[in-house]
């Protein structure tokens, strides 16, 4: 992947919510793309602005080979490929990542990535509300 990736927990983090959705224009879509490193192949979803999806999605599969290291430990490359032996429970039921600061998130779940679609929504439709 282009940055450096971190693992962020959903904790109502409305201004990064906000901006993702500015910066897919007040429309995130999801896009699914099969991604295939080390003989594993699985849909990914992503979800953010429509024109940069398939970038992320083509640079995934050299990050995942390269060990899919990020800044901070976010557990993709072990959950994609199925090796999660080594983790803990909060490590293993990680659904979604999100990539600071380019504006994506991606999961292996169709419904996950819908959540976090009407999230971005409705976390802008709560500031347009106050005003803010």
């Given amino acids: 992947m282009p940055a450096p990736m ?4 959903y904790e109502s983090p409305g201004h990064d919510l906000r901006r993702l959705y500015e910066a897919a224009g007040g429309a995130p879509v999801i896009e699914q793309y ?3 490193a080390a003989g594993i192949s699985r849909p990914v979803y992503f ?3 429509n024109a940069e999806l398939v970038s992320h999605a083509r640079s995934m ?5 390269s060990g899919g290291e990020t800044k901070l430990p976010c ?3 072990e959950i994609f490929h199925g090796s999660t032996d080594g983790l803990d429970d909060m490590e293993r039921l990680t659904v ?3 990539v600071l ?3 994506f998130m991606f999961t292996l779940d169709p419904m996950v990535a819908q959540t976090l679609v009407n999230a971005i929504h409705l976390e802008a439709a709560t500031h347009s509300a106050f005003g803010d």
Avoid: C, H, T
């Avoid at 971190?6 to 927990?9: A, I, K, N, Q, T």
């Fill in 47 to 49: 979800v953010g602005p």
């Fill in 75 to 77: 557990w993709f490359a």
């Fill in 96 to 98: 979604a990542w999100w």
């Fill in 34 to 36: 099969q991604i295939a």
């Fill in 6 to 9: 971190s693992r962020v927990e």
């Fill in 101 to 103: 600061p380019r504006d």
């Fill in 61 to 65: 599969p050299l990050w995942l080979r």
